[in-house]
């Protein structure tokens, strides 16, 4: 579903990727962990091309993203993202940030949209709050209506980018409740978190990255039960 | 003080009053078109656009207006071979002028936008094009409506120096009144009063769009 080949990503001189190779097949959930300054959110901007990559490859669906006259638009429907910070239209109310882009792009009549929205909400457990504008609500709450407007262009796959880090601690269960729910339902997921527990729970596979490469990746039960990278057990040291 | 005496002029009054507002009205449009398209060509992609708004922002913001009407005025014969009425020239002064400040304004209020607005917009599959229509601008309205008020209340006053060649705005008015009846006084009074209703009549519009526009803020 996602293939990564020699990815590379210079900021000037700050050379933030060094040669990712990756596979993210359909329906599979694949946790990024590391320590801040690693390239995960960089890695995982690159995948719907927020960032340009300096060198080279990636596919989704087998269609490449990095030739010249790739149509963004059209891929990056396909490919849903949630941000730390949430991002929500704060001009529009939920029902409206949640239809405007199946409207514009997918073409949805209003009320074909606001039926989708109603069923991502209730999806969420926010069906209450459709007429609120983003301003009245919880980071938790702000976060779970991020999800169901990426969900709402219905993505083949999710990326996730620290989806929980502005979150006040006892807010960030129901956001982890959302995503496993979503990745019970066999949604391909790639997500850049510190939340050990779900992604010791929820991932099938762990990738830990460290100074622009992947280091170490494996099952969860490899990778916390037995790291043998002496940078993975350094900062599971520091994390768990 | 011989107020009572300025009754009889008060048809000059009036029509003074009509050609300010006029001026700064069609000013004003002018200066919100011109001054959105410059402040679109600053933020573009486009070199030569971007290069093109600075300096004409640079080369307005860089110059009296007095100074600017004059080479309107003046300058339309040895360029074009024909003279423009004063009135014409005036509002053309003042509208470019007003658009050099309005795509300041504009620009700062798109760019005062948190960058991660068109990012969720684009993320969704949404061209740049849209994100800014439906996204971005909607929310840089509330930054530039304050600011942009202002700068209507500045170019009302401003639009009195269009006197100097011959527009019969609000002073004008008070100059023909004076000469008439040797009071230096009286008329300017009037017209400083009939300056302070417009800046605040307009000033309560502004404070009312400013706040439906303020809706989504409430908690």
């Known amino acids: ?240 | 003080m011989d107020f009572a005496s300025m009754a009889k002029y008060t048809p000059l009054f009036v029509e003074g009053l009509k050609v300010t507002v006029q001026i700064s009205f069609v000013a004003v449009l002018i200066g919100v078109v011109v001054g959105l398209v410059m402040a679109l060509f600053r933020l573009s992609s486009i070199k030569i656009l971007s290069w093109f708004a600075n300096m004409y922002i640079q080369i307005i913001r860089g110059t009296p207006v007095l100074v600017q009407l004059y080479i309107i005025y003046y300058g339309t014969y040895p360029l074009f071979g024909f003279n423009i009425p004063p009135y014409i020239a005036a509002i053309i002064t003042f509208g470019l002028n007003s658009s050099a400040y309005v795509a300041e304004i504009i620009r700062a209020g798109i760019q005062a936008v948190d960058y991660g607005q068109m990012e969720a917009g684009r993320s969704l599959g949404m061209p740049h094009g849209m994100v800014m229509r439906y996204i971005i601008i909607p929310q840089a309205i509330k930054n530039i409506l304050p600011a942009l008020g202002n700068e209507f209340v500045v170019l009302i006053k401003e639009t009195s120096v269009v006197s100097i060649i011959g527009t019969a705005d609000l002073v004008r008015q008070a100059d023909i009144i004076k000469a008439a009846t040797y009071s230096h006084f009286e008329p300017y009074i009037i017209i400083a009063i009939i300056y302070i209703i417009l800046v605040i009549g307009l000033s309560s519009v502004m404070d009312r769009i400013e706040r439906r526009l303020k809706q989504s803020d409430y908690r």
């Open chain 1, 1 to 240: 579903m996602i293939i990564v080949k020699d990815l590379h990503k210079k900021f000037d001189k700050l050379h933030v990727l060094k040669g990712i190779n990756q596979e993210v097949k359909k329906g599979e959930v694949v946790v990024v962990i590391g320590p801040s300054g690693s390239g995960k959110s960089t890695y995982l901007r690159c995948v719907n091309l927020l960032e340009q990559p300096t060198r080279g490859e990636i596919f989704i669906d087998g269609e490449s993203l990095t030739q010249p006259k790739v149509n963004i638009n059209k891929i990056r429907q396909k490919v849903g993202m949630v941000f730390q910070h949430f991002n929500l239209f704060p001009h529009l109310t939920i029902i409206d940030n949640i239809t405007l882009a199946p409207m514009k792009l997918r073409g949805l009549s209003e009320k074909r949209a606001t039926e989708l929205a109603k069923h991502l909400l209730n999806k969420v457990g926010l069906i209450d709050k459709i007429n609120n504008y983003p301003v009245q609500l919880s980071g938790g709450q702000k976060q779970r209506i991020a999800i169901a407007r990426a969900l709402a262009m219905e993505p083949e796959i999710m990326l996730f980018d620290e989806p929980t880090s502005a979150l006040d601690p006892e807010m960030v269960k129901e956001v982890l409740s959302v995503m496993k729910d979503l990745a019970l339902e066999g949604m391909t997921m790639l997500v850049v978190s510190h939340e050990m527990g779900f992604a010791k729970e929820v991932g099938d596979r762990i990738l830990f990255m460290d100074d622009g490469l992947v280091v170490e990746e494996g099952t969860p039960e490899k990778i916390f039960n037995n790291p043998t990278h002496p940078r993975l057990k350094e900062f599971l040291s520091k994390v768990l």
